[in-house]
Structures are given as structure tokens and as C-alpha cells.
């Protein structure tokens, strides 16, 4: 009989965890090898036709706080759901999936039971880092996206033995543009201008929170055009700092030079036309998304090292790794690179042969299905709290 194991998303909006998560859950249900089962706590997102599309009943468990009765109750409303389908695994993927799959899976008495951390530091309050590490005292296992990140784990205490590292995967079809789709219509397709000589250079990151420091990279920009006038800069994403970069690009001259095109459903057209890709960040990174999207469009990355990137990005083969908030470095490296198309290139070919090899979807889900066959097989460590914690979580919650 196969074994039931259950991934829990926090909700399928278009974040990085989201996307690994229901991307998990396809390849495990379309291995065959499990009953795979998914649920959520919110119910809403752009990701959701795409998990719709597996044909899973998803429950939904929603909160509103960890501190209510409400809380209390979707504990044990989880903790039924899992024994009534004999769920023999829960993976969550977030700080907030942390927290309440571990606690209902071991209210549940659930076998094995993984809890995730997607992120280095800098995103959690002090009072949160307190509540997630004892989630991840109820796991048995804790999955890091990054070397970086269980590196970090080991710092805040949690035993290197619970600790794997699962990297993202991606599907490489998400950024393969059409056949025969020419430049233009691939411009028009992402809103660029067509025309002229412009050669562009892109970052894919959200801008809801100044980590990822696209201040940087129009600094970065601004000493790129001293070189390349024809340069152009397009920063894909939206949140509440668009206006203040907007603002920001204009004070440095670059207002008719950089393009804000907010959150792009057509990445494959926007990286096909990208001569080099950049990830700025200057913290919180686990293992960046937008790194491995650049590196399967055969495109060559300027990458600060934060989390994992180091780690994606093979120095001088696939891009280069400069330091955060360094404007200079990162100007330096995107001129290197533009200077030489030819080896731009080739360091494009070689970055979409490195994901292919370590970072595919069939890599990630081989590291997943082995993981699950150690753990189910018996071969876990301890959790270090019995589930008896997980039912005080409840009581204090109902407090």
C-alpha cells in the first residue's frame, strides 16, 4: 500500500515557497509512488488553478491568529483530517505552515514529519524565531533550501543531524519562450519598446521589501550607461516600492532608460530578450528562484552573495558573485559581460546545462522521494518535544 503524505502551503499566492510547493506536489503525484494529499491554510492565489488542475481535494485551515480559540480549533480540525486518511508524512514549507502543520501533525501522531526554512535571516521578529524553533523541535526533520540556510539553522540551535538540504527545482518549460517568436513580438509581448539598440538588462524580484535592494542595482545602472549608452533596465515585480524606485531611477538620470513592468506573466518572453540577469538582494535569500529562472533561460547572472546563491552560480562558468550593497562590483560585472557577448553567451549555455543537471525538477524530486524513503523506512532522528507539546500549543493558543 502507498504511503499518504500531505504538503501544507500557506496559501498559493506567487511567492517562492508557494511555487515550490505545489510544484512538489505535481511531481510526487505524477510519480506515482505515493497517495499524495495537499492542503492550505489560505485558500486564495494565482496558484490555485494550477493545484486545482491535480485533481486533490484541498482543505483549508484558516487563521487569524496563533494567540485565539480560532487557532485551537484548526489544530484539531487538522489533527482529525490527517488521522481519519492515515497520513503518514506532513512537509510544510514556511514559517507559518511551520508552526501549525508541525503542531497538528504531532497532535496527530503523524510518523515523520518535516518543517522547512526557505530563508536566511532577517525576516522574523525575535517572539516569531522563539515560536518556529519550537516547531522545528517537533520535527524530525527540517529542510533547507540552501547549504546557506542550514548553515544557519545550526547557528540558531537546531541539531545538524535533523537538517537537510532539498534545493528548489525548476521547471525549465516555464522559461522557454514559443518556437520561432521573434524579438519583436516578444518585446510587445512583456510591454518593452521595440526598436533602436537597446540592450537590457533585468532583475525578477518582488518590491515589497527593500532586501532586495533594487536601489542597488540602479545605482549599478546609472555606472553601466557611462559604458553602454544603449543599455537599458528592467525591473520586473510589484509592491509598495515601485514609486519609490521609480522615483529614484528618475533622480539618477535613468527615467527613460529603465522600465517597470510589475509582475510579469510572461517571464520566458521577458528573460528571451535580457542580455544579463541580476538578483541584488542584500539579505534573507535561502535559495533565490529568479537565480535558477535566469540560469534555465541561458542567460549569464550577476548574483550578490546572499543565501545559496553561491552555491547556484558557478563563479566565472555560469556568472558572477559580488558582494551586497556593492554597486561598483555589480556595475563591473554587468559591463565584463556586456563588453563580451560571446562568452555572455556561453556562459548562458553552461548555466541552463548546470540546472538541468542540479536544479531540475527531476534533481528536486529525486532529493524528495529519497528523503521520503529514509524517513518512512524508520531512519529519522527523535523529534527533541513529544506531540504532548504540540497539544499545549493548543491550550495556550485557547488562553
Same mark, same amino acid.
Given at each position: 500500500?502507498?504511503?499518504?503524505?500531505?504538503?501544507?502551503?500557506?496559501?498559493?499566492?506567487?511567492?517562492?515557497?508557494?511555487?515550490?510547493?505545489?510544484?512538489?506536489?505535481?511531481?510526487?503525484?505524477?510519480?506515482?509512488?505515493?497517495?499524495?494529499?495537499?492542503?492550505?491554510?489560505?485558500?486564495?492565489?494565482?496558484?490555485?488553478?494550477?493545484?486545482?488542475?491535480?485533481?486533490?481535494?484541498?482543505?483549508?485551515?484558516?487563521?487569524?491568529?496563533?494567540?485565539?480559540?480560532?487557532?485551537?480549533?484548526?489544530?484539531?480540525?487538522?489533527?482529525?483530517?490527517?488521522?481519519?486518511?492515515?497520513?503518514?508524512?506532513?512537509?510544510?514549507?514556511?514559517?507559518?505552515?511551520?508552526?501549525?502543520?508541525?503542531?497538528?501533525? &504531532?497532535?496527530?501522531?503523524?510518523?515523520?514529519?518535516?518543517?522547512?526554512?526557505?530563508?536566511?535571516?532577517?525576516?522574523?521578529?525575535?517572539?516569531?524565531?522563539?515560536?518556529?524553533?519550537?516547531?522545528?523541535?517537533?520535527?524530525?526533520?527540517?529542510?533547507?533550501?540552501?547549504?546557506?540556510?542550514?548553515?544557519?539553522?545550526?547557528?540558531?540551535?537546531?541539531?545538524?543531524?535533523?537538517?537537510?538540504?532539498?534545493?528548489?527545482?525548476?521547471?525549465?518549460?516555464?522559461?522557454?519562450?514559443?518556437?520561432?517568436?521573434?524579438?519583436?513580438?516578444?518585446?510587445?509581448?512583456?510591454?518593452?519598446?521595440?526598436?533602436?539598440?537597446?540592450?537590457?538588462?533585468?532583475?525578477? &524580484?518582488?518590491?515589497?521589501?527593500?532586501?532586495?535592494?533594487?536601489?542597488?542595482?540602479?545605482?549599478? &545602472?546609472?555606472?553601466?550607461?557611462?559604458?553602454?549608452?544603449?543599455?537599458?533596465?528592467?525591473?520586473?515585480?510589484?509592491?509598495?516600492?515601485?514609486?519609490?524606485?521609480?522615483?529614484?531611477?528618475?533622480?539618477?538620470?535613468?527615467?527613460?532608460?529603465?522600465?517597470?513592468?510589475?509582475?510579469?506573466?510572461?517571464?520566458?518572453?521577458?528573460?528571451?530578450?535580457?542580455?544579463?540577469?541580476?538578483?541584488?538582494?542584500?539579505?534573507?535569500?535561502?535559495?533565490?528562484?529568479?537565480?535558477?529562472?535566469?540560469? &534555465?533561460?541561458?542567460?549569464?547572472?550577476?548574483?550578490?552573495?546572499?543565501?545559496?546563491?553561491?552555491?547556484?552560480?558557478?563563479?566565472?562558468?555560469?556568472?558572477?558573485?559580488?558582494?551586497?550593497?556593492?554597486?561598483?562590483?555589480?556595475?563591473?560585472?554587468?559591463?565584463?559581460?556586456?563588453?563580451?557577448?560571446?562568452?555572455?553567451?556561453?556562459?548562458?549555455?553552461?548555466?541552463?546545462?548546470?540546472?538541468?543537471?542540479?536544479?531540475?525538477?527531476?534533481?528536486?524530486?529525486?532529493?524528495?522521494?529519497?528523503?521520503?524513503?529514509?524517513?518512512?523506512?524508520?531512519?529519522?532522528?527523535?523529534?527533541?518535544?513529544?506531540?504532548?507539546?504540540?497539544?499545549?500549543?493548543?491550550?495556550?493558543?485557547?488562553?
Amino acid at each position: 500500500m502507498k504511503p499518504n503524505v500531505l504538503q501544507l502551503v500557506g496559501s498559493f499566492n506567487q511567492g517562492g515557497s508557494e511555487r515550490q510547493a505545489v510544484q512538489v506536489t505535481r511531481l510526487l503525484a505524477e510519480s506515482g509512488r505515493y497517495n499524495v494529499h495537499l492542503a492550505c491554510l489560505d485558500p486564495a492565489g494565482p496558484l490555485r488553478a494550477e493545484a486545482d488542475a491535480l485533481g486533490l481535494e484541498i482543505p483549508s485551515f484558516p487563521l487569524t491568529s496563533f494567540h485565539d480559540r480560532n487557532m485551537a480549533a484548526q489544530l484539531r480540525r487538522f489533527a482529525r483530517y490527517l488521522r481519519e486518511r492515515r497520513v503518514e508524512l506532513v512537509q510544510s514549507y514556511d514559517f507559518y505552515t511551520n508552526v501549525f502543520g508541525m503542531a497538528g501533525a &504531532a497532535l496527530a501522531r503523524v510518523p515523520v514529519r518535516i518543517a522547512a526554512r526557505r530563508e536566511t535571516d532577517g525576516m522574523r521578529t525575535p517572539a516569531q524565531k522563539l515560536v518556529e524553533r519550537q516547531s522545528f523541535r517537533l520535527a524530525h526533520v527540517v529542510a533547507a533550501n540552501s547549504d546557506a540556510v542550514g548553515r544557519e539553522l545550526v547557528r540558531d540551535g537546531v541539531p545538524a543531524r535533523k537538517i537537510v538540504t532539498v534545493y528548489n527545482g525548476m521547471d525549465t518549460r516555464r522559461v522557454r519562450p514559443l518556437p520561432r517568436l521573434g524579438r519583436e513580438e516578444a518585446l510587445a509581448a512583456v510591454g518593452l519598446p521595440g526598436g533602436g539598440r537597446r540592450r537590457f538588462v533585468t532583475v525578477v &524580484a518582488n518590491m515589497r521589501h527593500p532586501v532586495k535592494d533594487q536601489a542597488t542595482f540602479l545605482r549599478a &545602472a546609472r555606472r553601466v550607461r557611462r559604458r553602454f549608452p544603449e543599455a537599458a533596465f528592467v525591473l520586473a515585480g510589484e509592491g509598495a516600492l515601485v514609486e519609490t524606485y521609480r522615483a529614484l531611477a528618475a533622480e539618477l538620470g535613468l527615467g527613460g532608460h529603465t522600465f517597470f513592468t510589475g509582475r510579469c506573466a510572461r517571464v520566458a518572453e521577458l528573460l528571451a530578450v535580457s542580455e544579463v540577469c541580476v538578483l541584488s538582494s542584500r539579505g534573507v535569500e535561502g535559495f533565490s528562484n529568479s537565480i535558477i529562472e535566469y540560469m &534555465a533561460a541561458a542567460r549569464p547572472v550577476v548574483a550578490t552573495d546572499v543565501g545559496g546563491a553561491a552555491e547556484a552560480v558557478a563563479e566565472g562558468e555560469t556568472g558572477f558573485v559580488v558582494p551586497p550593497g556593492d554597486e561598483g562590483a555589480l556595475a563591473a560585472r554587468v559591463v565584463e559581460l556586456l563588453e563580451d557577448p560571446a562568452r555572455a553567451r556561453e556562459m548562458g549555455e553552461r548555466g541552463l546545462r548546470r540546472v538541468k543537471e542540479k536544479f531540475s525538477c527531476e534533481a528536486q524530486l529525486a532529493r524528495v522521494e529519497a528523503l521520503y524513503e529514509r524517513l518512512l523506512g524508520g531512519a529519522r532522528p527523535a523529534p527533541a518535544a513529544p506531540a504532548a507539546a504540540a497539544q499545549g500549543v493548543a491550550q495556550n493558543a485557547e488562553k
